[in-house]
């Protein structure tokens, strides 16, 4: 039967743009930022493909 662990080797991880194009028109994604220094870019590539009424960005370091 052999060993059925998922192992990461087998995972694709998408980027976040891959993601958002997947999503674009289906669901609405809530994005929780948890270092410090990525938000203006997550930012440009969620509102370069979503429609603000399609997602919700937080984090504890926004600085508008």
């Known amino acids: ?3 059925k662990s998922l192992q990461m080797s087998d995972c694709n991880l998408l980027t976040l743009n ?3 194009n997947i999503v674009k028109g289906r669901i609405g994604i809530d994005i929780e930022i ?4 990525y938000e ?3 930012y ?6 979503l429609n603000t009424d399609e997602f ?3 984090s504890f370091y926004w600085l508008w």
Not at 34 to 37: A, I, P, T
Not at 44 to 49: A, G, L, M, Y
């Open 34 to 37: 948890k270092e410090e220094g």
């Open 56 to 58: 919700y960005i937080r």
């Open 44 to 49: 440009n590539v969620v509102t370069s493909t």
């Open 1 to 3: 039967s052999g060993d």
């Open 18 to 20: 891959e993601a958002v």
């Open 40 to 42: 203006q870019e997550i």
